[in-house]
């Protein structure tokens, strides 16, 4: 029988781990504060009959992997290709939220955005349009409250639903100044053919105009890349992903 | 195959420079500041009302307020310790009590059965007796420090003393998300090193990494608040030496944090040199944790936890310790031997041979270092029943003990060697054997030296 591998990615302290534990059973310490979960953990759970595996990302505000926990998010989306991928942002600060979603959005195509704590943030009287949202992105956006297990049904309705194809995205892509987009268009027809071509190749242009040459090397051998070493200034760091 | 790789090579080389000719430095800033545009506009579309202020924010006033945040911060920390020392008194002479009354029905049962001197001994007199102790003086403060700290987290309180600290640890050179893996080291410095891959730079991860062992974790906790609450407090009784007593242990901290600042400042200004990078720290706003929930989870949790490995561990290292101290080689047993041998050593620092011999065979985990220690004094001859607290300090005080004795044996707890799984987990993390060992020599120098300065201060001064 199939498994369905889903991730779980979004800033720190947005509920992540509460969603996790809510879907999975499984008793992952939780805590309000950054920096809680910075490997990843695994569970499982069973939604219509369907096996799920859901991975837990460390919750992260950018995916440019400035630091191991970015890096161990960001590896898992390009790399190991989940399914689905599951953002989950804070009802009641989406504007700093939105920026990880629209950068998970240039690296693959299934993402569901889930609005959590959202009790909260209407306590607050702040209101969502989430289909409006759901439109300017291009993907399904689902409200929920992991705490007291609201909306938990319509998420894996349309987890499922997007995992067999029932649900077709159109991720928006982010658009940058016309220099950037012109370099983009540029190295992106280098690099045709140079990759298999399920990685996202316009978003390898983009982090390769960054500056992250680490990354090309990671494409070539990522299969035999399950531990890495960085060096810098003599202090080596070492991060399993 | 070769050929392949060198082709892959040359073209990769072709579309870096390529890269390298179109990208410029400022493309960073660029993309993030489209990123943040997009998602404003994206808000501005979807999101209606956005309220002025938050309870959050006016509360952020004044726990991070400059004149009150250290205040607070300190009055917390220490109702926490006066709420646990009060508390844990009563219940800990209760298990206490009830240890010694099995251990006669046991005594009684073995005679009955007629069993050998050695298996009572090796049994009831060393792995009951000692598992007893462990159980009667951990077991009460951990079931109601953990669930208290707990409650400070889930509420959102630690990123605030985060906030509090950053300041403090720029100017040590080190990055300010420090103060957040400092504070997990309250918890468990083995956790907190995996923590310290939030922070970016190398540089100041390692600073975290190297000093992370300065704050008292849950297996130091109970030896300073055990110690603190027999030694500390000659002179006074009830509500006032619970106060004082707690009023010693935030000394404690606060020592803690100022060594992490001092080795963080030197090490910044030698071998890890370097200017802290910037970053934002996000407070997250505060939440009402489920309260039951999170007691239930802080107490069967952590404290089982806590106590599970102290006892798992505490349980053959008392029947070694029992055995060990059983069997002579001349006219002293190998224990004696080992304790001698480090009497000395333990004498300069102002404690003595069985403590430095604790210390070093509770590597594996702080927290049977204390357990070792009765073992180790109650293997003596001088059998103790079990039966309340002052007991325990009389075993100390016919041990030789002093104030002073008690003192450094809290410094020593306070900054010797991480425990082994943190060991471990600093050479997982920075695959280096130089600095895993760095990070064992910084602070057992450290806590040698300044048991050492205490002890021939005190003795210099004829304190004791």
């Known amino acids: 029988m199939r498994v369905n591998r889903i991730a779980l990615a979004g800033n720190p302290n947005t509920g992540k781990s509460t969603l996790f534990n809510t879907l999975t059973g499984l008793k992952q310490h939780t805590g309000n504060w950054p920096g809680k979960t910075v490997v990843h953990a695994e ?140 370099a983009i268009t540029k190295i992106e027809s280098k690099l045709e053919g140079y990759f298999d071509e399920k990685y996202p190749s316009r978003w390898i242009a983009l982090r390769l105009l960054d500056g992250d040459e680490e990354l090309i090397l990671k494409l070539q051998n990522h299969k035999n890349n399950k531990q890495h070493e960085v060096r810098t200034n003599g202090v080596p760091v070492s991060v399993k992903s | 195959m070769e050929s392949q790789s060198v082709l892959n090579h040359n073209s990769l080389k072709a579309i870096l420079a390529e890269v390298n000719e179109v990208s410029n430095e400022d493309i960073r800033d660029e993309i993030v500041s489209d990123i943040y545009t997009k998602s404003k506009s994206l808000c501005k579309k979807v999101v209606s009302q956005q309220p002025a202020m938050y309870r959050s924010d006016k509360l952020d006033e004044i726990f991070t307020s400059r004149i009150w945040g250290f205040p607070i911060m300190l009055i917390l920390l220490g109702t926490v310790f006066y709420i646990t020392i009060a508390g844990a008194n009563v219940p800990s002479d209760m298990l206490a009590n009830l240890f010694g009354y099995l251990e006669g029905k046991l005594t009684f049962l073995f005679e009955a059965m007629h069993a050998p001197e050695w298996l009572h001994g090796v049994l009831v007199l060393g792995l009951f007796r000692g598992t007893g102790w462990v159980i009667s003086v951990m077991l009460p403060p951990m079931a109601i420090f953990f669930p208290m700290f707990a409650l400070l987290e889930n509420y959102g309180y630690l990123p605030r003393v985060a906030f509090n600290m950053d300041r403090l640890f720029k100017r040590a050179g080190g990055h300010g998300k420090q103060s957040l893996t400092m504070a997990m080291g309250f918890g468990c410095n083995a956790a907190a090193i995996m923590s310290t891959r939030i922070i970016e730079s190398p540089r100041e991860r390692m600073l975290a990494i190297l000093t992370n062992n ?76 489920k309260f039951w929930n999170t007691i239930l989870r802080a107490s069967l949790d952590k404290a089982w936890y806590v106590l599970k490995r102290a006892v798992v561990v505490a349980a053959p290292a008392s029947i070694l310790t029992w055995v060990l101290a059983n069997i002579y080689v001349g006219d002293t047993s190998i224990l004696m031997h080992f304790i001698n041998f480090l009497d000395p050593f333990g004498q300069a620092l102002g404690m003595d041979g069985f403590i430095m011999a604790a210390f070093i065979l509770g590597l594996p985990a702080n927290e049977i270092v204390i357990p070792i220690l009765i073992m180790a004094y109650l293997s003596q001859g001088a059998m103790l029943e079990i039966e309340d607290l002052s007991k325990l300090k009389q075993v100390f005080i016919d041990q030789g003990w002093t104030w002073l004795t008690a003192l450094n044996m809290m410094l020593f707890s306070l900054l010797h060697f991480p425990c082994g799984t943190t060991l471990v987990n600093i050479y997982k993390e920075t695959k280096s054997p130089k600095w895993t060992f760095m990070s064992f020599l910084i602070p057992t120098v450290i806590a040698i030296g300044v048991t050492w300065l205490t002890a021939t201060v005190a003795r210099a001064f004829g304190w004791v």
Not at chain 1, 121 to 130: Q, Y
Request: proline fraction near 5%.
């Open chain 1, 43 to 182: 569970g499982s759970f069973e939604h219509k009959g369907e096996q799920y595996v859901l991975v837990d990302l460390p919750g992260t505000y950018s995916l440019f992997s400035n630091s191991a926990d970015e890096e161990v998010a960001r590896d898992h989306i390009v790399f190991d290709q989940p399914d689905a991928t599951i953002v989950v942002l804070d009802a009641t600060s989406l504007e700093r939220n939105l920026n990880l979603a629209l950068q998970v959005l240039e690296m693959t195509n299934n993402v569901i955005i889930c609005i959590n704590l959202i009790d909260e943030a209407e306590k607050k009287g702040i209101r969502i349009d989430e289909r409006r949202l759901a439109r300017e992105l291009g993907v399904p956006v689902v409200k929920i409250s992991a705490r007291n297990k609201k909306g938990i049904n319509r998420l894996l309705d349309t987890l499922s639903q997007l995992v067999h194809g029932q649900i077709v995205t159109t991720p928006y892509r982010m658009k940058y100044s016309k220099e950037i987009e012109e």
């Open chain 2, 214 to 289: 300065f704050v008292p974790c849950n297996g130091r906790w109970p030896t300073l608040i055990l110690l603190a609450s027999l030694f500390m407090v000659t002179g006074f009784s009830g509500a006032a030496g619970t106060f004082v007593t707690a009023a010693i242990l935030i000394g404690f901290v606060m020592l803690g944090v100022v060594v992490t600042l001092s080795v963080s400042w030197v090490l910044s200004k030698t071998a890890l040199k370097g200017v802290p990078t910037h970053y934002t720290l996000e407070l997250p706003p505060f939440r009402r944790p």
